[in-house]
């Protein structure tokens, strides 16, 4: 039987991993294949993950036109789908953040269109506008779910307290932040306001852009965003890298890869349920979906995280000795 979890107060059955199509951004990751996409996307649901997120800031659009060739081809009912909202794109291809009602509906409309269904499950709004005042985000939102267009909305990339002042106005209910074992500011806030407040989480870049997946040595060059990015750049990046590694020995105690034991630690947070994971290839949603369930023992979650918190530049390995 599939593994599933109840996202928050939404009620939704999902899977805890979800497949993530940031991916298609070429300016961001290069370009992709669409087959290898798609044949990921097949072995994702063969695999028991129901869950599939995605934005119309993902390529312009080239995203959810991919995940809505897939979604045509299986049944509605399999799937739990995800987009998020907050562009107003240019035709010179300039973008700047617009939630204001009319075009929020224009959007959803276009968004449906693309995704090939009648009805998103869960809605985000992908950033914050300042201009849009939030009585008329929660009016907009509202009347998308009452027309039976969207099903559940929530956040993504928004404070604690951007949340907390949102939800005085509507019935936000799920929050999309980024988090990771070598990230985890949002443990002394936003998580602990989500798990109280029953909200269904569901983290991005669990595995920090690649880094935490243990295929580095951390002498690697880059050809996509990650050649700007300082984590992936001179010692830091050496440094990180090693105490990746270390965590070998570990990840062979549960018969696990170092990605599926990051991803395991990740998930065992009370205050999230779901890991978005970026996928390319079919074995890359197999490794990912075979965690669904799986646990660690109490001891060996909090060497993990010591092997991976910076102590005055350094980092401890998994016996928790510095580097």
């Known amino acids: 039987m599939a593994t599933r ?7 939704l059955q999902v899977s805890p991993v979800c497949y993530g199509t940031w991916q298609l951004s070429p300016r961001f990751w290069g ?23 995605t934005a119309d800031a993902y390529g312009d659009g080239y995203g959810e036109a991919v995940l809505g060739e897939f979604l045509g081809a299986v049944p509605r009912d399999q799937v739990v789908v995800c ?17 204001s009602s009319a075009h929020v509906r ?20 992908h950033l914050v506008d300042p201009l849009t005042p939030l009585f008329e985000l929660a009016e907009v939102l509202e009347a998308l779910r009452k027309a039976g267009k969207i099903r559940h909305y929530g956040v993504s990339n928004h404070t604690t307290e951007q949340l ?40 991005y870049s669990p595995l920090h852009k690649g880094l935490l997946s243990g295929k580095y040595k951390g002498d690697e060059t880059f050809s996509d ?17 090693a105490a990746v590694q270390g965590l070998k020995s570990m990840a062979e105690k549960y018969g696990m890869s170092i990605y599926q034991l990051v991803l395991t630690a990740t998930l ?11 996928i390319k290839t079919p074995e890359q949603i197999t490794e990912a979906a075979a965690v669904m369930g799986r646990r660690l023992e109490r001891e060996d979650w909090y060497l993990i995280r ?10 401890r390995d998994a016996g928790g000795k510095t580097k």
Do not use: W
Request: glycine share 8%.
């Open 225 to 241: 965003f990650r050649q700007h990015h300082a984590d992936f750049q001179g010692e830091r990046f050496r440094q990180v890298a």
């Open 306 to 315: 010591k092997a991976l918190t910076l102590d005055s530049g350094r980092i």
């Open 31 to 53: 370009e992709q294949s669409k087959g290898d996409i798609l044949r990921a996307m097949r072995a994702a649901l063969d695999a028991g993950v129901n869950f599939f997120d």
């Open 106 to 125: 224009e959007r959803c409309d276009i968004q449906l269109q693309r995704l090939r269904i009648d009805t998103i499950d869960v809605y985000l709004l």
């Open 268 to 278: 065992m947070h009370p205050a999230i349920q779901v890991g978005v994971v970026g």
């Open 164 to 203: 907390r002042a949102l939800r005085r106005f509507g019935a936000y209910n799920v929050c999309q932040p980024p988090y990771s074992l070598l990230a985890r500011e949002i443990e002394n806030d936003l998580l602990p306001y989500c798990e109280g407040e029953n909200l269904g989480v569901m983290v």
């Open 5 to 11: 979890v109840t996202f928050g107060a939404t009620g």
């Open 83 to 99: 987009t998020k909202v907050v562009n107003h794109f240019n035709p010179d291809g300039s973008r700047y953040p617009d939630l």
